[in-house]
């Protein structure tokens, strides 16, 4: 497979996957605000530690308003993590791979990006905003199991999928490591509100209901950590996402490389007792997992992803 379509593909579901996570921390934070009192609730900074845009979006705005917030990580196209942002660049992805991606997923992120532009307005309103997020990540889930369902199971969708993973795995790590340090700074004097952080925690991942599910006991921090890090059959579950990308890796050639990075990744990930750790130690574990992912990732566009050679034209 060329290198360029084998990048595309992979971005495509890097792209499709971050519109999708940042409209639904966004709707999220929404509902938590309402849900506790108004003296301890965290704001909207916490959102803009998640995507690590703070120096970007203090250079263009004076405070971690709701309103500028919101139109930061929505429709600011300066940020590269912004849902529009990430549509934009998920549609020219796809328009470049055409012959690759099923003609029905190119309409329908063609279609999503037309949606997300034209609705913009109304989804930066208090009124409008559930409706439009909702339809954000309904459009986005939609594209992916429709890819899932219809596109060749190749290299191509190899790539994909991995993309789709290492994205899925930072943002869980991302969301982990703010909201537990930031939603309520002064835990030890507000167990009250303990259950409504970690629900909110669960509830940027889509993981409220399996969480009950599988861990069968109330909402607290330790069980939360091990299933949102460690748990091997949630699929947001940063544990579940570095199995399905070495199984990725595995079908690919010259994967050498990259299998000791997600080898390593994977061994200390198991060996963590995440339940016992401080806030100190979980951020801290939290680094060393991003640190991973950021190698892996590397290593992926170093081994598949090579820049173009470049000709000297006088020779």
């Known amino acids: 497979m060329l290198s360029r379509v084998a990048e595309n593909t992979y971005w495509l579901a890097r792209y499709i996957e971050r519109a999708e996570n940042t409209a639904r921390i966004v709707s999220v934070n929404a509902n938590l605000l309402m849900d506790l009192p108004k003296g301890i609730a965290p704001g909207w900074r916490p959102l803009v530690d998640i995507t690590g845009a703070n120096n970007l979006f203090e250079e263009h705005f004076r405070d971690y308003g709701e309103r500028q917030v919101v139109r930061f990580l929505l429709g600011d196209e300066r940020h590269s993590g912004s849902t529009m942002s990430a549509l934009a660049a998920a549609r020219e992805n796809c328009r470049t791979i055409r012959d690759i991606v099923p003609r029905e997923a190119w309409e329908q992120i063609n279609g999503l990006y037309l949606f997300a532009g034209e609705q913009l307005q109304k989804g930066l309103t208090k009124t409008g905003r559930h409706a439009y997020l909702r339809a954000l990540i309904n459009s986005c889930q939609a594209i992916t199991g429709l890819i899932d369902g219809t596109m060749l199971h190749d290299q191509g969708y190899d790539f994909m999928r991995l993309g789709r993973y290492l994205e899925r795995a930072d943002m869980t790590t991302r969301i982990a490591d703010v909201r537990s340090a930031t939603l309520l700074p002064n835990a030890d004097e507000l167990r009250p509100y303990d259950n409504i952080q970690w629900v909110s925690v669960l509830k940027s991942m889509t ?4 969480y009950r599910r599988s861990e069968q006991i109330s ?9 949102i890090f460690q748990n091997a059959l949630f699929p947001r579950s940063v544990r579940y996402c570095i199995e399905h990308a070495r199984m990725c890796l595995e079908r690919l050639p010259r994967n050498e490389s990259s299998l000791r990075v997600i080898g390593r990744l994977a061994r ?23 640190l991973g992912i950021a190698e892996l990732h590397t290593e992926v566009a170093d081994t598949w992803f090579p820049p173009p050679i470049q000709v000297d034209e006088a020779a």
């Not at 993981?207 to 399996?210: F, K, V």
């Not at 909402?219 to 299933?227: A, K, S």
């Open 219 to 227: 909402v607290q921090r330790g069980p939360v950590l091990r299933f």
């Open 207 to 210: 993981a409220y209901q399996m």
């Open 268 to 290: 200390g990930l198991d060996a963590a007792e995440l339940a016992i750790l401080s806030q100190v130690e979980l951020h801290e574990f939290v680094d060393d997992l991003q």
